[in-house]
Nanobody, 119 residues
Framework: QVQLVESGGGLVQPGGSLRLPCAVS????????MAWYRQAPGKQRELVAT???????NYADSVKGRFTIARDNAKNTVSLQMNSLKPEDTAVYYC?????????????WGQGTQVTVSS
């Protein structure tokens, strides 16, 4: 079982920055990939960024060049650095861990943290 705890959300003005850390309860090397998702009111949850166990990253087009996902293997944490925030980035952000076991993918989720971008 993998437990994830996000923090760092809050209210920020357009153009501002926030960093979302996610604490992982297991050795992060036991996961195949880590990711951040977000869900805005009335919308489906969407993938924001991923980072594999090898360190490869991938981003949604809407956040490329503004957001950075990173992992600290020594501290078992994953973070999302968000810069140049826009009102449309307002959402609940969820940390996600992915594991493959016997050819089946398992997803684990944090409780989410609210990010509001508004003046």
């Amino acid at each position: 079982q993998v437990q994830l705890v996000e923090s760092g959300g809050g209210l920020v003005q357009p153009g501002g920055s926030l960093r979302l850390p996610c604490a992982v309860s297991v050795n992060i090397f036991t996961t195949n990939a880590m990711a951040w998702y977000r869900q805005a009111p009335g919308k489906q949850r969407e993938l924001v960024a991923t980072i594999t166990s090898g360190g490869s990253t991938n981003y949604a087009d809407s956040v490329k060049g503004r957001f950075t996902i990173a992992r600290d293997n020594a501290k078992n944490t994953v973070s999302l650095q968000m810069n140049s925030l826009k009102p449309e980035d307002t959402a609940v952000y969820y940390c996600n861990a992915k594991r493959m076991y016997q050819n089946v993918w398992y997803n684990y989720w944090g409780q989410g943290t609210q990010v509001t971008v508004s003046s």
